[in-house]
C-alpha cells in the first residue's frame, strides 16, 4: 500500500470528482475514506513500513466505513420523516453522525501519542539530522536585530 | 446601525475592556523578547506543548465559527456540523503528517515559512514564489472578513458605529502583533483559546437548560422541518460530504496552524499536540451545534420570534438568555477567535512580502524585523480599506479563503513533505490549478455563470484537482527511487 500512495491517493481523488459529478453520494465515503487512510500511511510511514500504526490505520478505516454505512442505512429507512425515536438526545442516524463520525476520531491523536516514542520519532532519527543541523547553525547563524 | 444588537452594559464592557487589555500586555512583555526573523516569525522555537497546541486550534476557530457556524446551524440545521466535526479528525491527521517533517524541517534549515520549506523541498524558488503568491491571496480575504467581523462585535459591545469599532479592534491588534510578532500571538492566542473553550462550554450547558434538553430541542427542531435534524440537515448530501473532505484534510494545510509546528522547543513537545487540539476544538464546536439548534427550537416552540438575520442567532440568544457575565466572556471569546486568527494572517503576510516574494527573486531584505513590522501595518491598512470600501471582493475572498490555502499547500507541502516522488513542477501546477478552479468557480457561481453540480463545495473540488494535478504531473516526470533532486539533509527529513 505505502510503495503505491501516489497512485492509490491519485485514484482516490478521481473517484471523489466522479462521484461528486454523477451525485453518486453513497459511494463518495469510499474513496474518501480510501484518501484519509492512505493520506495518514504516508505520514506514518518508515522506509516502506507501517509498523504499529498498521493497526491504527486497520482500524480508522473499518471504522469510518461502519459509521459512513450505519449513518446511511439509517438515514435511508426514514430520510425526511419525523423521528421515530432518539438517542441520547439525536435521531438514530443523527447520533450516529454525532457520536461516532465526530468524536470517535479523536481517538486517533491518543494513537499518535502512543506509538510517538517508538515510532513517529525515534532516537537515531535524530542523531542522524543533528550532523545537518550543525552546519545549518554554522551557515545560518544570522540574527537580524529589530 | 445596521440592525446589529447593541449588548453594552456595564458587566459586558468591563469584561471586554479586561480581555483588550490582557491582549495589550501580552504583545508589551513579547516586544522585549522579539529580537531575531525567528523571534518575529516563529517565536524563537521556545513554545511548550499547550501553548502550542491552543494556539494551533485557536488560530483555526475564527470569528465564523462562533458567528457564521451557529447561524448555518438556525438556518440549515446539522448541514454545517460537518464543517466542525471534522476538526476532530483534522488535526490528529495533521499531526501525523505534518508534525515532525515540519520540525525537522526548522532543525535542518532556517526556515520561518512555509514557501521557506516549499523552497528547501523542490529546490525552487518559483515553488517559493507561487506558494507566497496563494498565501498572500488567501490572507488578504481571511484579513478582510476578520476586520468586517471585528466591526460587528465592537459595535455589539461598545455600541459605537462599525468604522470605529473596526479601526479600535485593529489598533490593538496591530500594536500587540508589531510589538511582540508572532511571539505576542501564540500567548495570545493561548490566552484567547482558553477563552473560547470555557465560553462553548458555558453556552452548551446554558443552551441545554433553556432548551430543556437535547430530546427536546431535535424534536422541537424536527417539528419545524424533520430534514434539520437528519444527519445531513437542510443542505445537500454532497455540501455536507465535500464539507467534510474539506475541513478533515485542508486542516493541515492551513498556514497559520501548520507554521505553528515549527515553533516548539524540541520535537518531543508534539507528542499530546494533536489530540489536545482536537479537544479543545470539539469543546468549542459544542457552542456552533447547539446554539443554533437551541434557537430554532425556541422559534418553533413560539417562545421566540423568527431571526430575520441567521448571523444574528449568537448574539440574540447572548442578549435575551444568558446572564451579562456569561454574554460578556463570550462576546470576548468572540473577539478572541477574530483576534487570533488575524494575528496569524498578519505575521504569514508580513512573512510572504518581506521574506518570501524577496527570497523568490534571490534577493534578501536587511533588518527582517523591522521592515515586517512595517509590512504589518501595510497589511492592516490595505485589509481595512478592502473591507470597508470593496465588500464584493473580501466576501469572495474570504469564501475562497480556506479552500485555497487547502488546495495550494496540502498537495505541495503536506503530501510533498511525506511523498519523495513529487517534483517542483507538479509543486507549481497544482498551486496555479487550485488558485484559478477557487477564484474562477467561485465568481462562476455568484454571477449564476456556472454552478458545480449536487451542491458540491468548490473548495473541495478545486484541492481535489490541485491533488489531481500535483500527483499525475509528479508521476509523469519522475520515476519512482529517483531521488537526484532532494537535498541530503531534505531526504533525511522525508524518510524520518
Excluded at chain 2, 118 to 135: D, E, P
Excluded at chain 2, 316 to 324: A, D, N, V
Excluded at chain 2, 390 to 406: E, I, Q, R, S, Y
Excluded at chain 2, 416 to 443: C, D, H, P, Q, S
Amino acid at each position: 500500500m505505502v510503495k503505491y500512495s501516489g497512485e492509490l491517493l491519485l485514484a482516490a481523488s478521481l473517484g471523489m470528482l466522479l462521484c461528486v459529478w454523477l451525485n453518486w453520494w453513497v459511494i463518495f465515503p469510499l474513496f474518501m475514506i480510501l484518501f484519509f487512510v492512505i493520506y495518514v500511511a504516508m505520514g506514518a510511514e518508515r522506509k516502506g513500513k507501517l509498523g504499529p500504526a498498521a493497526p491504527i490505520l486497520w482500524v480508522m478505516g473499518i471504522g469510518y466505513l461502519v459509521l459512513f454505512y450505519l449513518l446511511i442505512m439509517l438515514y435511508k429507512a426514514n430520510p425526511t420523516g419525523m423521528p421515530k425515536s432518539y438517542f441520547l438526545g439525536f435521531p438514530p442516524a443523527t447520533a450516529v453522525l454525532v457520536y461516532g463520525i465526530w468524536l470517535l476520531p479523536l481517538l486517533l491523536g491518543v494513537a499518535y501519542a502512543l506509538i510517538f516514542d517508538n515510532w513517529i520519532i525515534k532516537k537515531e532519527d535524530l542523531e542522524r539530522l543533528q550532523v545537518h543541523s550543525w552546519k545549518k547553525k554554522e551557515k545560518e547563524s544570522i540574527s537580524i536585530k529589530g | 446601525m445596521s440592525g446589529v444588537p447593541i449588548l453594552n452594559t456595564p458587566v459586558t464592557l468591563s469584561i471586554a475592556i479586561l480581555y483588550l487589555l490582557v491582549c495589550l500586555g501580552i504583545g508589551v512583555w513579547s516586544y522585549g523578547r522579539t529580537k531575531t526573523a525567528a523571534d518575529y516569525f516563529i517565536t524563537g522555537q521556545t513554545i511548550g506543548l499547550w501553548v502550542v497546541s491552543i494556539a494551533a486550534f485557536s488560530a483555526i476557530m475564527s470569528g465564523f465559527g462562533f458567528v457564521g457556524g451557529p447561524g448555518l446551524t438556525y438556518q440549515f440545521g446539522t448541514s454545517s456540523l460537518w464543517i466542525t466535526f471534522a476538526q476532530a479528525v483534522a488535526f490528529p491527521m495533521a499531526w501525523f503528517l505534518l508534525a515532525k517533517r515540519m520540525r525537522l524541517m526548522a532543525e535542518v534549515r532556517n526556515v520561518l515559512s512555509l514557501p521557506d520549506a516549499v523552497a528547501a523541498r523542490y529546490r525552487s524558488n518559483g515553488a517559493r514564489f507561487w506558494m507566497a503568491v496563494a498565501l498572500l491571496f488567501g490572507i488578504l480575504g481571511y484579513l478582510g472578513t476578520q476586520v468586517q467581523a471585528m466591526g460587528v462585535v465592537m459595535q455589539t459591545i461598545f455600541g459605537i458605529d462599525l468604522v470605529t469599532g473596526a479601526l479600535i479592534g485593529l489598533a490593538i491588534l496591530t500594536i500587540y502583533t508589531m510589538m511582540g510578532g508572532i511571539l505576542a500571538g501564540v500567548y495570545t492566542d493561548f490566552f484567547q483559546g482558553v477563552i473560547m473553550v470555557f465560553a462553548s462550554v458555558a453556552i452548551f450547558l446554558w443552551c441545554m437548560s433553556v432548551g430543556g434538553g437535547m430530546t427536546n430541542i431535535s424534536h422541537n427542531v424536527a417539528l419545524a422541518d424533520p430534514k434539520l435534524i437528519g444527519p445531513f440537515g437542510g443542505m445537500s448530501i454532497m455540501t455536507a460530504l465535500t464539507w467534510y473532505f474539506l475541513f478533515a484534510i485542508g486542516n493541515a494545510g492551513q498556514p497559520h496552524m501548520a507554521t505553528k509546528l515549527y515553533m516548539t522547543k524540541d520535537i518531543y513537545r508534539l507528542k499530546w499536540g494533536g489530540f489536545i487540539s482536537a479537544v479543545a476544538y470539539a469543546l468549542c464546536a459544542l457552542l456552533w451545534m447547539s446554539l443554533g439548534l437551541t434557537m430554532r427550537s425556541l422559534v418553533q416552540a413560539g417562545q421566540h420570534a423568527p431571526l430575520k438575520n441567521p448571523d444574528l442567532t449568537a448574539v440574540t440568544f447572548l442578549m435575551e438568555y444568558t446572564p451579562e457575565v456569561l454574554a460578556g466572556i463570550v462576546l470576548a471569546g468572540l473577539m478572541a477567535a477574530i483576534m487570533s486568527t488575524g494575528n496569524s494572517f498578519l505575521n504569514l503576510g508580513a512573512a510572504a512580502i518581506v521574506r518570501d516574494i524577496p527570497q523568490a527573486f534571490g534577493k534578501k531584505i536587511e533588518n527582517e524585523v523591522f521592515w515586517a513590522r512595517i509590512a504589518t501595518l501595510g497589511l492592516v491598512v490595505v485589509s481595512t480599506f478592502f473591507a470597508l470600501y470593496m465588500k464584493t471582493l473580501v466576501a469572495l475572498l474570504g469564501v475562497f479563503g480556506w479552500g485555497t490555502f487547502a488546495a495550494a499547500v496540502v498537495p505541495v507541502v503536506v503530501i510533498g513533505l511525506n511523498w519523495k516522488r513529487g517534483t517542483a513542477a507538479a509543486a507549481m501546477a497544482a498551486i496555479i490549478v487550485g488558485l484559478v478552479a477557487n477564484f474562477t468557480l467561485e465568481i462562476m457561481a455568484k454571477y449564476n455563470v456556472y454552478k458545480l453540480p449536487n451542491g458540491a463545495v468548490v473548495g473541495a473540488v478545486a484541492t481535489m484537482l490541485a491533488i489531481v494535478v500535483y500527483l499525475a504531473v509528479s508521476i509523469i516526470q519522475k520515476k519512482p527511487g529517483d531521488e537526484s533532486d532532494l537535498d541530503p539533509d531534505i531526504k533525511e527529513v522525508l524518510e524520518a
